[in-house]
């Protein structure tokens, strides 16, 4: 029997130890919140600096879980995860600062403000095909902000945390108990989101809606990034060397378990035939292996994500499709070779399900604005991209995508440009990460409102209630 590179499930903590986890964290973060604005940025610089240090190390904790190209992981967890510490460690002063607000001008003797008040504990539920950057990207703006974090990653990737949180608790720069790992299923998770102040996840629809019901049952807020459906709408004019390369890359990067990867291409019928060569060509040249250098793509994370795969490939041949590869390579490591389903239809899973997996359904279409309206007929909206030379049209057809972010020519990188929102819409999310909101959501926006001067006298509209006061109101509400 072929040795697995798959690692067995992480164990469940007991309810006490997370009970115990999270009462520590609150502990550590009622110190952390006092610390001054500058003081936390500077060092959670540090903490990132301590890790990036030991990357080598890091890389083949990942690997060991995931067995990710090398490359794959330093472009897209480890430079990411230095962008978002830049952003965030650049920008919270001017995000977080007292924030003056209008008043109107009776009250001139007043003094109105916004000041970003830390949530608490904030409970960070991650997926297994992003074990470093997920959980670390989150944690950084919730520490920033002046919270503590409890992270509970995927059960599958649990050591990537564990060896992260040992080495930030190691430096000695935070508080003890700041941040700290729950591990386990979903057991564990629940109770991370029952206890916590504010949840985010990070994950399926599924699950996301009952992290949802968990967070409501205790008026919790919480931030959902869940399924998505990327449309890659391609035109007549599109680039075709561009456009076919970014096809390959944003359905088979992380093997395809990328949130915001291409899960199905719309294609013009002047270009079709000539996307599907060139893009068959482009998937001719990968390398798929375990190694962690000198490969493209890996294997499936997550054990039932295989049958997932298999079984939406399937649908697709039994309703009359084309797959060109999907072979099994080795299925005790869950390597699927890369599959393109050629002649897909609005009916196959392949079309209308979230894959998740190396696999490039293509649909011949005779206008791309037909495309955007079959792709907006399904229920998730996360990201989608336009692909031709035309700017201008494309950009007038933005707004009719119902996305939470669109490419124009570009896909996957949203994540990496940290000033932009990150999220989707409809049955893909609640809330954003990243971006200047990204940062406050992790605060409870606290209103102060300051009466200056003069200190010995009441507001006129105060008791006794008098007729005269009622002209003074009417008259206030004319001039204001």
Same mark, same amino acid.
């Given at each position: /029997? ?17 009970? *115990? ?5 609150? #502990? ?27 990357? @080598? ?8 879980? !995931? ?21 965030? !460690? ?15 001008? =009776? ?90 102040? /504010? ?5 399926? !629809? ?8 968990? @967070? ?10 869940? $399924? ?9 004019? @599109? ?8 096809? =390959? ?6 093997? $395809? ?12 019928? $002047? ?15 990968? *390398? ?56 897909? *239809?609005? #009916? ?47 950009? *007038? ?7 939470? /972010? =669109?490419? =124009? ?13 990150? $999220? ?27 009466? #200056? ?28």
């Amino acid at each position: /029997m072929p040795v697995t590179s798959v690692p067995p499930p992480a164990r469940n903590m007991t309810s006490e130890e997370i009970a *115990r986890a999270v009462r520590g964290a609150r #502990e550590a973060g009622a110190r952390w919140r006092r610390y001054p604005l500058a003081e936390r940025v500077g060092l959670v610089r540090q903490v990132w600096d301590a890790v990036y240090a030991r990357r @080598a190390e890091l890389v083949k904790v990942v690997h060991s879980e !995931t067995c990710k190209p090398l490359v794959e992981f330093e472009a897209m967890e480890l430079c990411a995860a230095g962008l978002i510490v830049k952003y965030f !460690t650049a920008n919270a002063g001017r995000v977080l600062r007292d924030q003056a607000a209008w008043k109107p001008w =009776v009250m001139l003797n007043k003094r109105a403000y916004v000041r970003y008040v830390p949530r608490g504990v904030v409970g960070l539920i991650t997926p297994w095909n992003f074990p470093f950057l997920i959980p670390f990207g989150d944690a950084v703006p919730a520490l920033i902000a002046g919270n503590a974090v409890v992270v509970k990653p995927s059960e599958w990737t649990t050591r990537t945390m564990l060896w992260v949180a040992d080495v930030v608790n190691g430096t000695g720069l935070l508080p003890e108990g700041l941040l700290t790992v729950a591990t386990g299923d979903g057991a564990a998770g629940r109770q991370v989101a029952e206890s916590a102040d /504010m949840v985010l996840f990070t994950g399926s !629809t599924r699950t996301g809606r009952m992290v949802a019901q968990a @967070a409501a049952a205790g008026l919790k807020p919480a931030v959902l990034e869940l $399924g998505g459906k990327h449309p890659m709408i391609v035109f007549d004019d @599109a680039a075709l060397g561009r456009t076919a390369k970014a096809a =390959v890359w944003g359905a088979f990067a992380n093997c $395809g378990q990328v949130c915001v990867g291409v899960e199905r291409a719309y294609v013009e019928e $002047g270009i079709h035939d000539r996307f599907v060569a060139a893009v068959t060509a482009g998937m001719a040249g990968l *390398r798929q292996g375990l190694g962690g250098t000198g490969v493209d793509v890996g294997r499936l994370i997550f054990p039932p994500q295989f049958a997932t795969v298999m079984d939406h490939l399937e649908d697709a041949r039994s309703k009359g499709a084309t797959v060109v590869g999907g072979d099994v390579v080795d299925a005790e490591n869950l390597m699927i070779r890369p599959a393109l389903v050629l002649g897909a *239809r609005p #009916e196959m899973k392949v079309m209308s399900e979230e894959t998740f997996g190396p696999v490039l359904p293509v649909m011949k279409v005779a206008r791309g604005e037909d495309a955007i309206a079959l792709s907006n007929e399904g229920p998730l909206g996360l990201a989608a991209s336009l692909w031709t030379t035309d700017l201008d049209r494309a950009e *007038r057809l933005v707004e009719t995508v119902e996305a939470g /972010m =669109v490419g =124009v020519n570009e896909l996957l990188s949203h994540y990496a440009v940290v000033s932009l929102p990150f $999220g989707g819409i409809k049955s893909s999310g609640l809330g954003r990460r990243h971006s200047d909101s990204g940062l406050r959501m992790f605060c409870s926006p606290q209103s102060v409102l300051v009466h #200056e001067w003069p200190s010995g006298v009441g507001d006129p509209w105060w008791f006794p209630y008098e007729d005269y006061k009622s002209k003074l109101v009417e008259w206030i509400l004319k001039v204001v």
